[in-house]
C-alpha cells in the first residue's frame, strides 16, 4: 500500500523568494517518487523523479527535490520563485523496481506568486 | 511530434447520456491509464490497459467503461450510470520497458448539463 500527503493546499510566495512544497509519503516498499507540474487546464509534466541513487534530483525550471527515508519525505524547492511558476503540484510514488507501477497522487499544492 | 492527443478539448453532454472520450499516442508506449481529476482530490485511476485487448479497473472504474482494440488508442466513455461525471478527465502512457515515467495528454473537461 502507499499513500501521498502534501502539507497545504495552496503555498503562496513573493516573486524571488524560496519555493517549498512539502511531500510526505508511505510505502510498504522503496519507492519511486516523482513531482508534476500542470498549469490551468493543461495536463501534467514531469518536474523530476526520484528513482535510485543521488537523493538530491534536479528537474526542470530550477526545480530540486530531496529523498529523505527517515523522514519519508520528498519535498521540492526552489530558490527564487518566478511568476511563471504559479501552477498546481502534484507528488506521486509508486512502488519501485520489480513492483506493479500503478501511482498515488497527493492532492496537489496550488502555487501562487506574488510580484 | 509524439505525445499524446485528448479530444476534444471541452465537452458538454445532457444528463442520461453516454458519452465517449478519445485518448490516442503515437509514442509506442504500451501501457495507458485514465485518470479523473476534480478540485482539492489530486488524480483518481479510472482504468489503465498494459496491453492491446486487456484492461483493470482502478479505484474509481464504476460508471466507466474502456477499450483497448489498438496499442495506440484507449477511449473512455462516461455512462450514465456515473453520478457525477462533470470532472477533468487526463490520460496518460507509459512505455513498459526501462521507463518509469508517465506521459499525460492535455485533459478533456466534461460537463454534464
Known amino acids: 500500500a502507499q499513500s501521498v500527503t502534501q502539507l497545504g493546499s495552496h503555498v503562496s510566495v513573493s516573486e524571488g523568494a524560496l519555493v517549498l512544497l512539502r511531500c510526505n509519503y508511505s510505502?510498504?516498499?522503496?519507492?519511486?517518487l516523482f513531482w508534476y507540474v500542470q498549469y490551468p487546464n493543461q495536463g501534467l509534466q514531469l518536474l523530476l523523479k526520484?528513482?535510485?541513487?543521488?537523493?538530491l534530483v534536479k528537474g526542470i525550471n530550477g526545480f530540486e527535490a530531496e529523498f529523505k527515508k527517515s523522514e519519508t519525505s520528498f519535498h521540492l524547492t526552489k530558490p527564487s520563485a518566478h511568476m511563471s511558476d504559479a501552477a498546481e503540484y502534484f507528488c506521486?510514488?509508486?512502488?519501485?523496481?520489480?513492483?506493479?507501477?500503478?501511482?498515488?497522487f497527493g492532492r496537489g499544492t496550488s502555487l501562487i506568486v506574488h510580484p | 511530434d509524439g505525445g499524446i492527443t485528448q479530444s476534444p478539448k471541452y465537452l458538454f453532454r445532457k444528463e442520461g447520456q453516454n458519452v465517449t472520450l478519445s485518448c490516442e499516442q503515437n509514442?509506442?508506449?504500451?501501457?495507458m491509464y485514465w485518470y479523473r481529476q476534480d478540485p482539492g482530490q489530486g488524480l483518481r485511476l479510472i482504468y489503465y490497459?498494459?496491453?492491446?485487448?486487456?484492461?483493470q479497473k482502478g479505484d474509481i472504474a464504476e460508471g466507466y467503461s474502456v477499450s483497448r482494440e489498438k496499442k495506440e488508442s484507449f477511449p473512455l466513455t462516461v455512462t450514465s450510470a456515473q453520478k457525477n461525471p462533470t470532472a477533468f478527465y487526463l490520460c496518460?502512457?507509459?512505455?513498459?520497458?526501462?521507463?518509469?515515467?508517465?506521459?499525460f495528454g492535455p485533459g478533456t473537461r466534461l460537463t454534464v448539463l
Open positions: 526520484y528513482t535510485t541513487g543521488a537523493t
Open positions: 509514442l509506442n508506449h504500451d501501457a
Open positions: 490497459s498494459q496491453i492491446v485487448n486487456d484492461f
Open positions: 506521486a510514488v509508486t512502488p519501485g523496481a520489480g513492483g506493479s507501477y500503478i501511482p498515488t
Open positions: 510505502s510498504s516498499v522503496p519507492p519511486y
Open positions: 496518460a502512457s507509459r512505455a513498459l520497458i526501462n521507463t518509469d515515467t508517465q506521459y
